[in-house]
């Protein structure tokens, strides 16, 4: 748990003031700091995790995102860097470790209390957690449990950490096809098991998974599904896997990468009286307005028609959002609005400047 100190407007004993709190220290939330920065509001920033970076961080760091405006590969963990570094000028106080709980109106504002017994007075909330918290769906094993984060993983950390090995993939999703890409020039041997022949991963990423099977750098294991673990003392030495009419053989391996998607929970959001469409926030896209006044959804989280999910999607909600924000926490002030090419970024930010 940590939190980098920002100066507030606050009255000894009361919680600190701020503009505007986000819910999420992903890469939307994180521009949303930015884009609020810009409009010189000042924010907090509440995360579960410990440190910034979403899913981008705790899934995926190393894994290449090719959808990033102006950068034709970008790998998560640098793209996090860079986010962070845009927001840095702007002294957002990070929150970490620690979940919101508690969200209450009084008198025009909010009271945002965290998991840690922190309080946060503001005008405005953003709430940027992408799916909610998160884990994975974990396939059913006997013995898993033993060999989890030891042989069997849900996520790469280090590509490094999977050299020389004899790796089995299961999943027919882009986490499944992308590993299998990448990991196949350092692994000892690459083998994906999926049920079918045909993969819910981007085209691109599946034309090159297929001309690494011809060319002998995957193994191809299919039809055939997760059936059993072999090792000891938390090691695999093998996978076992089987047909829906139960003919079996076992793969030799020593790693098992199991991205079977994750398992979303909204948490304590869902009992504040939001609008919400199954793991979704449902708000207005001209502002992304909630059903609250003063809070609003970005990123993942936000569902309205025609909805994208995608990162470049979530930065313009940002921005949308920061834009409505500054209606709420400066009510009466005008927004005389500028491009970034036009004033820069503001040497000195919020009500504090």
């Not at 100190?5 to 009361?14: I, K």
């Not at 993939?169 to 045909?198: C, E, N, T, Y």
């Not at 001209?286 to 006044?293: Q, V």
């Amino acid at each position: 748990m940590s939190e980098t100190t920002a100066t507030l407007r606050s009255s000894p004993g009361a919680a600190p003031r701020t503009d505007v709190v986000i819910i999420g220290a992903g890469p939307v939330g994180l521009f949303a700091v930015f884009e609020c920065g810009m409009l010189k509001l000042d924010c907090h920033v509440v995360d579960a995790l410990d440190a910034v970076g979403g899913q981008c961080i705790a899934l995926y760091p190393e894994k290449p995102i090719f959808d990033i405006p102006a950068y034709p590969q970008i790998g998560a963990s640098e793209l996090i860097e860079r986010l962070a570094e845009q927001a840095a000028p702007f002294s957002p106080t990070y929150h970490l470790g620690q979940q919101v709980v508690r969200l209450t109106r009084t008198d025009g504002s909010y009271i945002v209390e965290t998991s840690n017994g922190t309080a946060i007075a503001c005008r405005a909330v953003i709430i940027a957690g992408g799916s909610g918290a998160f884990g994975p769906n974990r396939p059913p094993l006997d013995g898993l449990e033993q060999y989890e984060n030891r042989s069997v993983f849900y996520l790469v950390k280090k590509r490094q950490d999977f050299a020389g090995k004899r790796v089995v993939i299961a999943g027919g999703g882009d986490s499944a096809v992308d590993w299998a890409v990448s990991l196949a020039d350092i692994a000892a041997h690459v083998m994906v098991v999926h049920r079918r022949d045909k993969f819910r991963a981007a085209p691109q990423s599946v034309q090159k998974m297929r001309k690494l099977t011809a060319e002998g750098k995957i193994e191809m294991v299919i039809p055939y599904q997760l059936s059993g673990l072999h090792g000891e003392g938390g090691m695999l030495n093998g996978v076992r896997v089987a047909t829906m009419e139960g003919e079996e053989k076992l793969l030799e391996a020593d790693r098992l990468l199991a991205f079977f998607g994750l398992a979303m929970e909204l948490g304590p959001i869902a009992e504040w009286g939001l609008d919400i469409n199954g793991f979704h926030v449902a708000v207005e896209p001209s502002t992304m307005a909630t059903s609250l006044p003063g809070v609003f959804a970005i990123g993942d989280i936000a569902t309205y028609p025609g909805k994208l999910k995608l990162i470049l999607s979530g930065f313009a909600e940002a921005a949308t959002a920061a834009h409505a924000a500054f209606a709420v926490a400066r009510p009466g002030e005008a927004l005389h609005f500028e491009y970034s090419t036009t004033k820069g970024v503001p040497a000195e930010t919020g009500a504090n400047a």
